[in-house]
């Protein structure tokens, strides 16, 4: 009788708990579902994360996961519209509601989570800051920058870690900032600072829109840890729970071996628990944030895994050509993992 008793106790309450999960609104996926299409912010462009051609089409690393969300939420990948933002203009733009997320190089700092009123929803990368410099100055570590003057983009958090970094350790060099991060590389490429300063992946980015990109170098050392992900505004807990997950889902199929040309075969043929529930085969985790089943089938479909979009936006299939290193799975050595689909 007590087992029946408890076994009836459990049973309402996951049905409680299911009944309170369907009241709870998301304004932001009622105004995506209702104009058809995503707002996504991202960088104004930077080769491999976000940039546009001259036909107006988006590619990148940054770029994909939108588009990865973008097939999660409404079926299809190409249901999204890109807003370029610059390193001033990018908060506001989240926080007036122009954009449902961002989803370019910004780095998550406690300051920022703590009085932006923003959220950020994970890592898509993991980035380090150092320094692009000219092979003639034959400059090997940023300690050797001592007395030189670098060029930056104005309230990034590569502008303060390069002033912190250098005072901490006693020596004197010029920062000059600019509105832009392209009014700063290109300021560098003129000749008005003897380096610049962003992350190693940005730093690849803008190294090929140089005049002459085997003139410079790019030092091997970074000087600080930035991870970087998406970013959502406060409150709307079911759209963050959606914007996490989409991240986490696309790492999820690069370590289960689910591709964008296997997920067929991978839905209706696994043994594999983990590999059903992501895929939609069984769990109903999409009817868990108001979402189809088969929200991860879609984006993995029609966007691939992390590891295949990686490799074509930045990694040996991208011009850019950055090796794996700490975004490689932290099975092979990296730092990039998931929480189960449990």
Same mark, same amino acid.
């Given at each position: 009788?007590? *087992?029946?008793?408890?076994? +009836?106790?459990?049973? !309402?309450?996951?049905? &409680? !708990? +299911?009944? =309170?999960?369907?009241? =709870? %609104?998301?304004?932001?996926?009622?105004?995506?579902?209702?104009?058809?299409?995503?707002?996504?912010?991202?960088?104004?462009?930077?080769?491999?994360?976000?940039?546009?051609?001259?036909?107006?089409?988006?590619? /990148?690393?940054?770029?994909?996961?939108?588009?990865?969300?973008? !097939?999660?939420?409404?079926?299809? =990948?190409?249901?999204?519209?890109?807003?370029? *933002?610059?390193?001033?203009? @990018?908060?506001?733009?989240?926080?007036?509601?122009?954009?449902?997320?961002?989803?370019?190089?910004?780095?998550?700092?406690?300051? @920022?989570?703590?009085?932006?009123? &923003?959220?950020?929803?994970?890592? #898509?990368?993991?980035?380090?800051?150092?320094?692009?410099?000219?092979?003639? =100055?034959?400059?090997?570590?940023?300690?050797?920058?001592? /007395? !030189?003057?670098?060029?930056?983009?104005?309230?990034?958090?590569?502008?303060?870690? +390069?002033?912190?970094?250098?005072?901490?350790?006693?020596?004197?060099?010029?920062?000059?900032?600019?509105?832009?991060?392209?009014?700063?590389?290109?300021?560098?490429?003129?000749? @008005?600072? $003897?380096?610049?300063?962003?992350?190693?992946?940005?730093?690849?980015?803008?190294?090929?829109?140089?005049?002459?990109?085997?003139?410079?170098?790019?030092?091997?050392?970074?000087?600080?840890?930035?991870?970087?992900?998406?970013?959502? @505004?406060? /409150?709307?807990?079911?759209?963050?729970?959606?914007?996490?997950?989409?991240?986490? /889902?696309?790492?999820?199929?690069?370590? &289960?071996?689910? *591709?964008?040309?296997?997920?067929?075969?991978?839905?209706?043929?696994?043994?594999?628990?983990?590999?059903?529930?992501?895929?939609?085969?069984?769990?109903?985790?999409?009817?868990?944030?108001?979402?189809?089943? $088969?929200?991860?089938?879609?984006?993995?479909?029609?966007?691939?895994?992390?590891?295949?979009?990686?490799?074509?936006?930045?990694?040996?299939?991208? %011009?850019?050509?950055?090796?794996?290193?700490? #975004?490689?799975?932290?099975?092979?050595?990296?730092?990039?993992?998931?929480?189960?689909?449990?």
């Amino acid at each position: 009788m007590k *087992t029946i008793t408890f076994a +009836a106790a459990l049973l !309402a309450a996951g049905t &409680l !708990a +299911a009944s =309170a999960q369907q009241l =709870a %609104p998301s304004p932001t996926l009622d105004a995506i579902k209702a104009r058809g299409h995503l707002e996504c912010g991202v960088h104004l462009g930077l080769p491999g994360f976000s940039f546009a051609n001259d036909k107006g089409e988006w590619t /990148g690393l940054d770029v994909d996961y939108c588009k990865a969300l973008a !097939a999660a939420v409404l079926g299809d =990948a190409t249901k999204v519209k890109f807003t370029p *933002t610059s390193v001033q203009q @990018r908060w506001p733009i989240l926080q007036s509601g122009q954009v449902d997320l961002l989803s370019r190089n910004s780095t998550i700092t406690f300051s @920022r989570n703590a009085t932006l009123g &923003l959220n950020f929803q994970g890592i #898509n990368f993991y980035e380090g800051q150092t320094f692009i410099v000219r092979k003639k =100055a034959n400059v090997k570590s940023a300690e050797e920058l001592d /007395g !030189a003057s670098i060029c930056v983009a104005a309230g990034s958090t590569e502008e303060k870690n +390069a002033a912190d970094w250098f005072r901490e350790r006693n020596l004197k060099v010029t920062i000059t900032n600019f509105q832009k991060n392209d009014d700063a590389i290109t300021a560098y490429d003129s000749g @008005r600072c $003897d380096a610049y300063t962003a992350g190693v992946g940005a730093l690849a980015g803008q190294r090929v829109k140089l005049k002459v990109p085997d003139d410079h170098v790019i030092l091997t050392k970074p000087i600080s840890n930035d991870p970087q992900g998406p970013v959502t @505004r406060w /409150g709307d807990e079911r759209w963050q729970l959606i914007v996490r997950w989409v991240l986490n /889902g696309t790492i999820a199929a690069e370590m &289960l071996g689910v *591709t964008s040309k296997n997920v067929d075969e991978m839905k209706a043929n696994s043994k594999n628990t983990e590999v059903r529930r992501l895929l939609g085969a069984e769990g109903g985790f999409g009817a868990m944030m108001g979402l189809p089943d $088969d929200w991860m089938y879609k984006a993995i479909k029609q966007v691939g895994n992390y590891g295949e979009s990686y490799e074509r936006t930045v990694g040996m299939g991208s %011009p850019l050509k950055l090796e794996r290193g700490q #975004n490689q799975l932290w099975t092979k050595g990296g730092l990039l993992f998931t929480p189960p689909f449990q």
